[in-house]
């Protein structure tokens, strides 16, 4: 079935340092969201992808649908402690009604 | 607007036992799909219900069941409970099941299985 490569696994930074994490994949996809995940809760959504070549920003956070379609990338910027959580990519194969599709995560810690 | 909610939040079975999960949705979505998060597999998918017929089910086996009632609100149900079914399961709702659709999550149920 198809998988979803997400790296690194872990990333730890200081305050103030550029974050970047992608997600890979050996099948095409037509959606790609990121989401982060706290402590206790469920995921939350951060931004949603729907078109190759796509650039989208939420606030310090960018994503981009890659050009060929199999892979994402999300950067975060001027990361500050509450940045702390796991990021999931997530994508959605070409076809209607699929489930998505997860990546492990990467776990981000932040110190000050 | 009200987000996903799943009740309870916190479980202990034994094993052996059966659980029932549920979850409602946002108000209005009517797409609820259920996925079981553990640390070494990460999320997985469990199923994905709309108008109250399972649409999509992932490979698990037949003692994880769900169903969804006519007001959108979902349940999953695990029965004869092993050791390994120790997790945090989530519910997610959209509005309908398509392709271009995202998923909102709810804060999940921790079940614990001793």
């Known amino acids: 079935g198809q998988q979803l490569n997400q790296s690194p696994q872990s990333m730890f930074i200081q305050e103030g340092e550029d974050v970047s994490m992608n997600c890979t994949s050996s099948?095409?996809?037509?959606?790609w969201l990121w989401y982060k995940q706290e402590p206790g809760e469920g995921p939350v959504l951060l931004i949603a992808l729907y078109k190759a070549g796509e650039l989208t920003s939420n606030g310090r956070l960018t994503a981009q649908f890659g050009i060929t379609r199999k892979d994402s990338f999300l950067n975060i910027s001027a990361s500050i402690p509450s940045d702390v959580g796991i990021y999931f990519c997530?994508?959605?194969?070409?076809?209607?009604?699929?489930?998505?599709?997860f990546g492990k995560g990467t776990t981000l810690s932040v110190s000050s | 607007k009200a987000g996903v909610t799943q009740t309870p939040r916190y479980l202990i079975k034994t094993r052996g036992q059966q659980v029932t999960l549920s979850c409602s949705p946002i108000s209005g979505h009517r797409s609820v799909s259920w996925y079981q998060q553990t640390p070494g597999q990460g999320l997985q998918f469990l199923f994905e219900y709309f108008s109250e017929t399972q649409r999509n089910k992932g490979n698990f086996p037949g003692r994880f069941s769900g169903r969804q009632f006519s007001n959108s609100r979902s349940e999953m149900n695990v029965s004869t409970l092993e050791l390994g079914d120790s997790a945090l399961y989530l519910c997610a709702s959209t509005l309908l099941p398509q392709s271009t659709d995202t998923q909102y999550f709810g804060p999940g149920t921790r079940l614990t299985v001793l």
């Open positions: 099948s095409i996809f037509n959606t």
């Open positions: 997530a994508g959605r194969v070409n076809q209607a009604g699929t489930a998505l599709i």
